[in-house]
């Protein structure tokens, strides 16, 4: 069965300072990958997906970035964070089926505070 | 422009009483809507799918209806338990490869 891995589950930061989350999945191959972001009170932005090993899409401009070294590893990073950055994270993965409407499965999350 | 929007935004019902979720959507070519349970600090997980030749499906106490005329969604829980609090998500995707658009959620407390 396929399982979808996210850390750290909680961070604290201080503006400025870089950040790293990292995302996996499991028993899948070449699965489409997102991050989503979720502030409180607001629904789930898009913020990069990747079709394939080192095809990434920006939805939102910001001072985030993603990458895709391996088919099943995501990872978010910033170099210098912002008080705006703090939320919660979400990589999620769903199966590259035609027209891209199949179900998306989520991490835990990352729940990120920047001081 | 493609958008979702979910009412209410929070509810508080009593263990044991019914409840309904509503979805409307503008989203245009439909495919299909998805409602999704969110528990507190944790990732969504899917509780439905709804294609467009589809009126209703159930999940145990959850089911969900769709009207594809009128581009709206319930999601209907049934003899509600205190497990059942979390936020209640409406998805939909469109027929081509555009994103999901996701609704803001319906926040559900129930008490005893």
């Known amino acids: 069965s396929q399982t979808i891995h996210q850390w750290p589950a909680t961070l604290v930061q201080p503006v400025g300072s870089p950040l790293s989350l990292e995302c996996t999945v499991e028993?899948?191959?070449?699965?489409?990958l997102y991050w989503y972001r979720q502030a409180a009170g607001r629904g789930l932005q898009l913020l990069f997906y990747?079709?394939?090993?080192?095809?990434i899409s920006s939805e939102v401009p910001q001072n985030l970035s993603a990458s895709r070294p391996q088919d099943r590893q995501f990872i978010l990073s910033s170099k210098k964070l912002l008080l705006s950055d703090s939320g919660f994270y979400l990589c999620?993965?769903?199966?590259?089926?035609?027209?891209?409407?199949?179900?998306?499965?989520f991490g835990e999350g990352s729940r990120l505070t920047v001081l | 422009k493609n958008q979702v929007e979910q009412s209410p935004q929070s509810l508080i019902i009593l263990e044991g009483k019914n409840c309904t979720l509503q979805?409307?959507?503008?989203?245009?070519?439909?495919?299909?809507l998805r409602w999704y349970k969110q528990d507190t600090g944790r990732g969504p997980v899917s509780l439905t799918i709804?294609?467009?030749?589809?009126n209703t499906k159930s999940n145990g106490r959850y089911t969900a209806t769709l009207d594809a005329d009128t581009k709206q969604s319930s999601l209907h829980i049934t003899a509600s338990q205190l497990s059942d609090s979390a936020s209640y998500i409406c998805?939909?995707?469109?027929?081509?490869?555009?994103?999901?658009?996701f609704g803001k959620g319906t926040r559900l407390s129930v008490i005893a």
């Open positions: 998805v939909v995707s469109a027929q081509v490869n555009t994103p999901l658009v």
């Open positions: 990747s079709v394939g090993i080192g095809q």
């Open positions: 028993g899948t191959s070449n699965p489409n």
């Open positions: 979805c409307n959507y503008t989203v245009s070519p439909f495919s299909n």
């Open positions: 999620a993965w769903r199966t590259p089926r035609a027209g891209g409407t199949g179900e998306l499965f």
């Open positions: 709804m294609t467009f030749s589809e």
